[in-house]
Each structure stands twice: as structure tokens, then as C-alpha cells.
């Protein structure tokens, strides 16, 4: 068994953003992926983006970062 965290927010203010990112990294440590390296794997990941969907366009993604131990 695990405990997951699914966490989508959008900040009017990068630094917050940036802040919540950083901490997620800074936890990921203790995090583990489900099935890592099997046909059903799935890897925990944390992702900043730009989202201007508010604007009519695509997220920019600006940084992604996994969880793999293997």
C-alpha cells in the first residue's frame, strides 16, 4: 500500500510556484514510483509549467522532475 499526493495549482505569483516546486523536490527524496521498470510502471513526478491557457495558448513546461530509483 501507499499514500499518493495529486496536487494541480496555479499561482497568480511565479514565486509561489517556484516555492511549491522546491518543496516537492525537496520531499521527493522519500518518494517512491509504483512498478518501476515493469510494463505497468508509474513514476511519481512533480512538473513547474507556465500554463497560459488563460490566454488561448499551451503550457510551457519549465522543469519536470521524476522519482527513479531504478
Known amino acids: ?24 523536490k525537496s520531499v521527493s527524496a522519500n518518494a517512491t514510483s509504483i512498478n518501476e521498470g515493469a510494463a505497468n510502471e508509474e513514476i511519481a513526478f512533480t512538473d513547474l509549467e507556465i500554463c497560459r491557457h488563460d490566454e488561448g495558448l499551451p503550457c510551457e513546461k519549465v522543469e519536470r522532475v521524476e522519482v527513479r530509483k531504478v
Do not use: G, H, P, T
Open 1 to 24: 500500500m501507499k499514500y499518493r499526493v495529486r496536487i494541480d495549482l496555479s499561482f497568480e505569483n511565479q514565486v509561489d510556484a517556484q516555492a511549491l516546486m522546491e518543496y516537492a
